[in-house]
């Protein structure tokens, strides 16, 4: 017996077994039986039928988004490890019964629809699929969904939204119901959109999707006046932030961090892979020595970005031939590395998302520049006075010229509280 999940959306849904769709297809027979009992039954039939209309609607309704949530769950499970594909999960129904259900497990491996498909073999013909995107079309490192579906004869395919890769964006729908297929677009799901934020962000501006990450205390702070930052937050929320590095295609840390705190830059308190590690360093006066670099050669998962000077060619050669990527960038006036260009560097490397850790400094140099994405925030019960302040000068005189932000969701973690924001502007 297949169970309702746990939602995202609306707290836990009801235990029990997925309910069996109850709209059925009538045929032209129950048609005209329909129209007799309307005709010989008067006003009084006709209003029952209506409202056995409406009940029927909002089971199938129902229905739909139980599986989809349950595709939205399969989803989950391969993120940190598709990236740059979306994540995908699928579940097909005959009958009222799931039949096969599938995700995307790894980047070049089989998608989701091709997963379920396999699962539910002979029992997919006449069947519905419920996808968390609309199915790929094109010739990748696997052939397209759509033809896979097409030949197990789908009868009905459910999406809940969009692919805007413009390599499929409308066309693998449009495949689908030449072939006969019905399909249904349900994009009034948040969770959906929210799964692959960062694909869609990546896909429309080529710039990967940015969260900065920060443990602060009540009044702010990112350290002490001696830069002491360990422990601002508890266990409960640093294993948390290292399931937010898992999650991410990349991690990145100025020059300062770099120096001040050593960090290795790993997935470590929870199991997942680690994320790429860019480390800024505008002359290579930090990163040699580093335990990131020290990690960076023997996995080849760290990648340097620096001025685009030439004095610095024999440091970065170097750094490569141990197995370090080094990556030039263009120097601002104020002697920081020019992000934007970075991040379009990165976005081109297949980057999809970066969850940047620190320091202060390039805190401030993303919030200037518009480049934050997303605020992750620990929040501690502490009070530290003078301090390291999470950011420093943004130009802000006045309080309505402050940044706005909306929160999107909040969490007791231990004792601290973890904030997820987003720009005003973006609000989702």
């Not at 009958?95 to 396999?118: C, K, N, S, T």
């Not at 480049?371 to 000068?393: H, R």
Request: net charge neutral.
């Amino acid at each position: 017996m297949v169970k309702a999940h746990e939602s995202a959306e609306g707290g836990a849904d009801r235990a029990g077994e997925i309910p069996a769709p109850t709209v059925k297809v009538r045929t032209g027979e129950d048609q005209e039986k329909t129209r007799l009992s309307q005709r010989d039954g008067g006003p009084d039939c006709a209003q029952g039928l209506f409202f056995y209309h409406l009940w029927h609607t909002g089971t199938m309704q129902r229905d739909t988004r139980v599986y989809l949530r349950r595709a939205l769950q399969l989803a989950e499970k391969g993120r940190g490890w598709v990236s740059p594909n979306p994540l995908v999960g699928a579940v097909i129904v005959r009958d009222g019964q799931i039949v096969g259900e599938g995700y995307h497990a790894e980047f070049g491996g089989a998608h989701a629809e091709i997963v379920a498909l396999r699962q539910a073999g002979d029992r997919a013909r006449d069947s519905t699929l419920y996808v968390t995107l609309e199915p790929c079309c094109h010739y990748g490192k696997t052939p397209p969904c759509t033809d896979a579906i097409i030949r197990a004869g789908v009868r009905k395919v459910v999406v809940a939204g969009i692919d805007p890769n413009p390599l499929v964006n409308g066309k693998g729908l449009a495949a689908l119901r030449r072939a006969g297929i019905e399909v249904e677009v349900v994009d009034t799901m948040p969770r959906a959109q929210r799964l692959n934020r960062g694909y869609f962000h990546w896909i429309r501006t080529g710039l990967p999707f940015v969260t900065l990450k920060a443990a602060i205390t009540l009044d702010g702070k990112i350290a002490t006046v001696t830069g002491s930052s360990k422990w601002i937050t508890s266990e409960p929320a640093r294993r948390l932030a290292h399931r937010l590095r898992a999650e991410h295609d990349a991690i990145l840390v100025g020059r300062g961090t770099l120096a001040k705190d050593d960090p290795e830059l790993t997935v470590r308190h929870v199991s997942g892979p680690n994320p790429i590690r860019i480390l800024l360093d505008e002359d290579l006066g930090a990163v040699g020595a580093s335990r990131a670099a020290q990690v960076g050669r023997a996995d080849g998962k760290t990648l340097v970005l620096t001025a685009a000077d030439p004095k610095l060619n024999a440091a970065a050669q170097e750094l490569e031939r141990a197995g370090i990527r080094v990556e030039r960038v263009a120097l601002r006036e104020d002697g920081l590395l020019d992000m934007r260009e970075a991040f379009g560097l990165l976005g081109r490397r297949g980057i999809t998302s970066i969850l940047v850790e620190g320091g202060s400094r390039v805190f401030t140099s993303l919030l200037c520049d518009g480049l934050v994405n997303e605020l992750a925030i620990f929040l501690a019960p502490k009070i530290c006075g003078t301090g390291l302040s999470l950011a420093g000068d943004l130009g802000i005189e006045e309080m309505d010229e402050a940044m706005r932000f909306v929160l999107q969701e909040v969490r007791r973690v231990g004792p601290d509280l973890f904030l997820r924001l987003v720009p005003a502007e973006a609000k989702e």
